[in-house]
């Protein structure tokens, strides 16, 4: 049972960002609903610390978030950050009021206990950031505080091993704030730098084995990155006791059936079946447009194909279990937190799948964020070629063509991405971004070429660059090389004859369009 650090949601946009950081202190992290009093009390979880989010409610609010007070009886440190703050105060007896004026942005944090454990090697006074409508007004009983700010409560704690902070310290922003972090996870809950890819490759292995026995799993092989590295893990562990199945549903890059199987034979022993499925598939989404309507259509069709290939594959009548390489972001965006958060879009590897799934899942890569993910590949050998592959959503072109999908814009999609594709490729600049490309949008305008007029589709160049696909800036292309794609697309691609550039970041977007 390996020790982890429990961050409870309560609707912040930096949740993802607190878990990373954690991570990146070789600490397992997860990112958790509500806490499970029972389970942590009976020593089912070897829960070292507990942090409260941030989030967007007032703890004086009618149905505001919260958590049962018994948490604060478990005797684990407990950290809360911004709305995680207040609502410690709420709940111990203090008192939380809306500020006269808000505090958003930088502000000056100045440490008024240094000898306090939380602010070990913090400067006196150091940049933090704040976000916040909400102040404290009255401390809960036998609570101090230890840092202000010019307008407000910065830090408190009291002698039980509960703090909290009104400022964010996982940002950037906040200069100090790993420092904080560090000191919570390791001075007060005690951890061990214990959560490495090698021991997570070995635990995950001997999970898989103990979990599968002698039973069969079937595999949704697509050739990205999540799928391959989930493939090998498995196919390490249990053989030829997996099958593979690579599902062509016609909403896939150029070429890309013929491009992914002769890769995986060239390179891996892998049992791999093809299936080509793209009438079904195509026919299936006629008329829709909606984009969660898409996302479920295509999770339904993908389990009925293996149904119905389950049955044609000699030998594998008895197959258990359904493999999948869900990694922990789909997880997270996929699940709504009742109350302070929303589910953002169903992930096909996880919301868009039907109740009545004939399999069981396995997910060995559920805990990882996408970075991991890569750390686990390069561990298991596999090349950069896919290692360093950009994602490719499950549903594919489905949610890249914008409403209606139909044979003829998909044709016209994978035209135009695959020029984008290769010339980052050519230009040197794929390995320099982290997600890249094109989106067909339902609009047509008008355009002029050969000295005719035009009206065709636009499409829309997107580029972005990130750490764990968490959060993203769009990718600073060169104008040049935008100039260039733009041309070739146009030029080449009947029925484009407009190209934008996407220069959205997430949040407020999401890196894809739907």
Known sequence: MKEKIIIIDFGSQYSQLIARRIREMEVYCEIMPLVDIEKIKNGEEKVKGIIFSGGPASVYEKDAPTVNPEVFNLNLPILGICYGMQLITHLNGGKVEKADSREFGKAVLEVENSD???????????????????????????????AKTDSSIAAITNNNGIYAL???????????????????????????????????????????????????????????????????????AIGHQLTCMFVDTGLLRKDEGKKVLEYYKEHFDLNIVF????????????????????RKIIGNEFIEVFNEEIRKLKGQEGAKFLAQGTIYPDVIESQSIKGPSHTIKSHHNVGGLPEDLQFELLEPLKELFKDEVRKVGHELGLPDTIIKRHPFPGPGLGIRVIGEVTPDKVKILQEADDIFIIELMEKGLYDKVDQAFVTLLPVKTVGVMGDQRTYEYVAAIRSVNTIDFMTATWSKLPYEFLEEVSNKIINKVNGINRIVYDISSKPPGTIEWE
């Open 275 to 294: 299936v080509d499925a793209k009438d079904r598939f195509l026919n299936k989404l006629k008329g829709i447009d909606e984009p969660e309507a898409k």
């Open 116 to 146: 306090n454990p939380l602010f070990t090697g913090v400067k006196k006074s150091s940049n933090i950031w704040m976000s916040h409508n909400d102040h404290i007004t009255e401390l809960p009983k036998d609570f101090e505080i230890i």
């Open 166 to 236: 009104q400022f964010h310290p996982e940002v950037v922003h906040s200069e100090c704030g790993t420092q904080i972090l560090e000191n919570f996870v390791f001075n007060i809950c005690k951890c061990e730098r214990n959560w490495k890819i090698s021991s997570f490759i070995a635990e995950k292995t001997k999970f898989i084995k103990k979990t599968v026995g002698d039973e069969h799993v079937l595999l949704a092989l697509s050739g990205g990155v999540d799928s391959s590295v989930a493939a090998v893990l498995i196919n390490n």
